[in-house]
């Protein structure tokens, strides 16, 4: 099993920058691709970016391109999304997900997920 905990949400102004943080523990070295997702008020939750095993890979959402890197620091078993220029449509719950043993070409689908942590409020007031 792994766990997942995320932190680093808040109240920020349009504009501002927040940096998420994911720590995993438990068996992490089962772990493959991570990566961020979110779920807006009253809507599904989205796929936001992912990262894959050796940090070569890394793959965002056309709306936050630009703006979001994700990041891995294997020493420390913790993902970080640093997000700059964010906006009020950037307001959702922010999620952490891990996956087993999916290629990583399947990262932008829910599904390929393992593991999920708790989530994190981001709100962006405009």
């Known amino acids: 099993q792994v766990q997942l905990v995320e932190s680093g949400g808040g109240l920020v102004q349009a504009g501002g920058s927040l940096r998420l943080s994911c720590k995993a523990s438990?068996?992490?070295?089962?772990?493959?691709?991570m990566a961020w997702w979110r779920q807006p008020p009253g809507k599904e939750r989205e796929f936001v970016a992912a990262?894959?095993?050796?940090?070569?890979?890394?793959r965002y959402a056309d709306s936050v391109t630009g703006r979001f890197t994700i990041s891995n620091d294997n020493a420390k078993n913790t993902m970080y999304l640093q997000m700059n220029n964010l906006k009020a449509e950037d307001t959702a719950v922010y999620y952490c997900?891990?996956?087993?043993?999916?290629?990583?070409?399947?990262?932008?689908?829910?599904?390929?997920?393992?593991?999920w942590g708790q989530g994190t409020q981001v709100t962006v007031s405009s």
């Open positions: 990262i894959g095993l050796s940090s070569a890979y890394t």
């Open positions: 997900a891990a996956d087993r043993d999916h290629l990583f070409g399947a990262a932008m689908t829910r599904t390929t997920y393992d593991y």
């Open positions: 438990g068996r992490t070295s089962s772990t493959n691709t």
